[in-house]
């Protein structure tokens, strides 16, 4: 941005890129749309198969929360979010966030938008908050049209307990409002990958399918039980500890470790996307 237009007349650059123009923009692609629709249609395919499968039990008397998807709309809201936490969610993650810069420079649009002009830190601050709060919404769009699902079929009632005993809607429902937000902040790793990625790439795919690639070799790491106390370093190790949500006496060690691990890795992974496009040579 030279001199001459700071100067301008009426120009102002926190009036660049508002948020809402690309909050619009972004709605309006269609991988918004594709997105939208495999998420709410997942509970529906979920119950479609308890209602062929019948309702599942419990294998050698252990219960797991799968064995409880079908107590009630609660339970099913919970299940469904356990079977997408692991890998499902990172798809709309990876790809708003991973998407967002890399698709204007494959466009060649990416220029044309600094030279509007648009500051660089002002560009990426929109496009993050953007593709941050569409990640959000995804995320959460899932356990409310599951829970709306699961009570159509199953009812509205308590959140029956893997463990035994129940929890009451008036304290079932906080309790899947905080496992939500628990799986938020989870995702911020993965989202400040893709966002990383992004600013690094003109290929969206690349973004996408590199921070999809790296969750999963984090996921395998945590795995190899070699690793000791090393896996507590991963975020992966802390991707399930809101089940300590849905115990008769909620246990918060799980999740704030979980939390300040996710929260650490994408507050590195922002600034070095910051930083680094700050000083990139913008050709497309």
């Not at 005993?165 to 799986?183: C, E, K, N, Y």
């Not at 070799?217 to 795995?223: C, E, F, R, S, T």
């Not at 300590?244 to 300040?260: F, H, I, N, V, Y």
């Amino acid at each position: 941005m030279t001199a001459l237009t700071e100067h301008a007349p009426g120009y102002r650059a926190r009036r660049t890129l508002p948020v809402a123009v690309e909050s619009v923009r972004q709605l309006k692609r269609r991988r918004t749309l594709v997105m939208g629709l495999v998420l709410g249609l997942l509970p529906f395919v979920l119950a479609a198969a308890f209602a062929i499968g019948g309702a599942p039990g419990g294998a050698s008397g252990r219960v797991t929360l799968m064995d409880t998807a079908t107590a009630s709309g609660a339970n099913f809201a919970a299940t469904s979010l356990f079977v997408s936490a692991g890998f499902l969610l990172v798809v709309p993650v990876a790809l708003f966030c991973g998407d967002t810069v890399a698709s204007e420079a494959s466009w060649s649009s990416l220029r044309y938008l600094l030279a509007a002009p648009v500051p660089r830190g002002r560009l990426l601050a929109a496009k993050l908050v953007v593709a941050l709060w569409m990640s959000a919404a995804a995320i959460v769009l899932l356990p409310l049209v599951a829970l709306a699902v699961g009570t159509a079929a199953y009812g509205w009632g308590p959140l029956e307990l893997p463990t035994g005993g129940s929890l009451p809607v008036g304290q079932a429902l906080p309790r899947l409002a905080l496992v939500v937000a628990f799986v938020l902040v989870s995702q911020l790793v993965t989202a400040g990958l893709a966002f990383w990625l992004s600013t690094r790439t003109d290929a969206p795919l690349g973004a996408v399918g590199g921070a999809v690639g790296l969750t999963i070799i984090g996921n395998v790491l945590d795995a190899v039980t070699a690793l000791g106390d090393w896996r507590q370093f991963l975020p992966a190790h802390w991707q399930f500890a809101w089940i300590d949500a849905l115990q008769p006496q909620l246990e918060w060690s799980g999740m704030l470790k979980g939390s300040a691990v996710s929260v650490a890795y994408a507050l590195v992974l922002f600034a070095l996307a910051f930083r680094g496009f700050a000083r990139k040579d913008i050709v497309s």
